[in-house]
């Protein structure tokens, strides 16, 4: 565990979570710095990162089925009506809802990597249609396949339930906005557990208002924690976890970074090498 008043240790190895921008500014002779998670938009962030350090990142190591489960609960409690199931029983009421037609929820996942093609088979699975969006438009069988900004205004028109697990770049920031929101199917429905900063919170807010978006469930805040007061708090159509659609697994993930640096120490190439001009 690294700590800002020992002395420097001259590392070539970083292995890295959340990590102060002191590290990268007094440890000058790093190698290489395995990130403890799948998103490496915080490391990016950090002004000391030298800008030709490799960054390796985690790779599902566990999560990606952990994000499908997020993704069906949320979808399930939505399209099923067990949020209105659980209100009626509040209230004492039996009262069994219409039947739901899958057609009339169509999913699109935005990201098709390790875990937005989890989510997506997992959901096709339950026979939704399901449609992804990525920067090459490639998807895994059964999938409907969006590609680039070309593909996105197709994939947000046939799309009622917006799931992002897109990684946090200046491409993709900002990118759930109310133009973008508007386009989805009306009675669209959110599902955010790619990052805060994705989304536009106030447009969000302006489309429950208005009608259009029903409802979303929020992982991911701009800020985090999410601070008293927000109105995301107290807002019935918003359901909200604190960062937790995937938790990183302690054995899965101690495993794979073992091993990826058994292969940078043997000089092989490690997967997940993360790609400095793409952000991802
Ligand atoms: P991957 O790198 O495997 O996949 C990223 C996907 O996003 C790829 O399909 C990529 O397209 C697509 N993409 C990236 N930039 C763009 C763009 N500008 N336009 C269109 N598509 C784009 O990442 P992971 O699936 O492993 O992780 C994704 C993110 O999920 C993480 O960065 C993190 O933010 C989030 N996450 C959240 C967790 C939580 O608990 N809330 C847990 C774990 C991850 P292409 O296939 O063409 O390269
Ligand atoms: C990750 C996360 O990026 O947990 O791995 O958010």
Do not use: C
Not at 203 to 226: K, N, Y
């Amino acid at each position: 565990m690294w700590h800002a008043d020992q002395p420097v240790q001259d590392a070539d190895i970083a292995v890295v979570w959340n990590a102060p921008d002191a590290l990268f500014a007094r440890e000058r002779k790093l190698r290489v710095a395995f990130n403890l998670g799948a998103g490496v938009d915080a490391l990016f962030r950090l002004p000391s990162l030298p800008a030709d350090l490799p960054i390796v990142r985690l790779e599902d190591a566990g999560m990606a089925v952990q994000m499908a489960e997020y993704a069906a609960h949320a979808l399930v409690r939505a399209s099923r009506q067990f949020d209105q199931y659980e209100a009626q029983q509040r209230e004492g009421v039996w009262q069994p809802l219409p039947e739901i037609d899958r057609a009339a929820w169509p999913v699109g996942v935005l990201g098709m990597g390790v875990m937005g093609a989890r989510v997506a088979t997992a959901l096709a699975a339950l026979d939704y249609p399901v449609a992804g969006w990525s920067r090459s438009g490639k998807t895994p069988d059964g999938i409907e396949a969006f590609g680039g900004s070309a593909g996105l205004s197709p994939f947000l028109a046939r799309t009622r339930v917006l799931i992002n697990t897109l990684p946090l770049t200046p491409d993709t920031r900002d990118l759930i906005s109310f133009e973008t929101m508007l386009q989805l199917q009306s009675g669209a429905y959110i599902i955010n557990m790619g990052r805060g900063a994705h989304l536009v919170e106030e447009d969000l807010i302006t489309l429950l208002d208005q009608g259009h978006v029903s409802g979303a469930t929020l992982d991911v805040f701009r800020e985090e924690p999410l601070p008293a007061g927000h109105p995301f708090w107290n807002d019935k159509r918003v359901t909200i976890t604190p960062h937790v659609a995937a938790l990183s697994l302690r054995r899965e993930t101690i495993a794979q970074v073992a091993s990826k640096i058994r292969a940078f120490q043997r000089g092989e190439p490690v997967s997940g090498m993360v790609s400095r001009d793409r952000g991802y």
